[in-house]
T-cell receptor, first 109, second 115 residues
């Protein structure tokens, strides 16, 4: 059984700050990594995926992957109140995704 | 392309009743997944279809649960003799085998409440 670990939070940051969300995974064979955002009562919404070591940037979001350390992170620059949500880290299995329990982020105006 | 759709969005039922949920994936996606999510947890994998073939089932999928995708398009998930522990959000996702990363896109979910 693959394990994906996230700090459940809550993580609070002031508006305009950088939010840093972290995730570790147990299976060294994992190939692809995903970040989903989930608002309360809603379904997960894809933010980014990454499968190569290093950084991947998309607008205010940067995903970072370090396969040697089995670590993936998501940075949110210029955080906005609308970014307040739970962020789910997911790792590919053979035919499915394994999810962490999510980190709740609150951006304080 | 209107994304993944699920019906109904909410279902309240009494213990012991049968319920059926439907998922319509993104039209060009040949892979379809069902997950279950309870409060404070991440989604947990239930089952996976490639076209009409059900290729993987989680051990979470007890014999009261059955899923079908008869023509490789929409899918149904049926729960027989519902129990209070079945109360959860049931999520459907789809992806395309042709897209290298197999990125899964989720539908809005069906929230089941078993009384």
């Amino acid at each position: 059984q693959k394990e994906v670990e996230q700090n459940s939070g809550p993580l609070s940051v002031p508006e305009g700050a950088i939010a840093s969300l972290n995730c570790t995974y147990s299976d060294r064979g994992s190939q692809s990594f995903f970040w989903y955002r989930q608002y309360s009562g809603k379904s997960p919404e894809l933010i980014m995926f990454i499968y190569s070591n290093g950084d991947k940037e998309d607008g205010r979001f940067t995903a970072q992957l370090n396969k040697a350390s089995q670590y993936v992170s998501l940075l949110i620059r210029d955080s906005q109140p609308s970014d307040s949500a739970t962020y789910l880290c997911a790792v590919t299995g053979a035919n499915n995704l394994f999810f962490g329990t999510g980190t709740r982020l609150t951006v304080i105006p | 392309d209107t994304g993944v759709s699920q019906n109904p969005r909410h279902k309240i039922t009494k213990r012991g009743q049968n319920v059926t949920f439907r998922c319509d994936p993104i039209s060009e996606h040949n892979r379809l997944y069902w997950y279950r999510q309870t409060l404070g947890q991440g989604p947990e994998f239930l089952t996976y279809f490639q076209n009409e073939a059900q290729l993987e089932k989680s051990r979470l999928l007890s014999d009261r649960f059955s899923a079908e995708r008869p023509k490789g398009s929409f899918s149904t998930l049926e729960i027989q003799r519902t129990e209070q522990g079945d109360s959860a959000m049931y999520l459907c996702a789809s992806s395309s085998a042709l897209a290298g990363t197999d990125t899964q896109y989720f539908g809005p979910g069906t929230r089941l409440t078993v009384l």
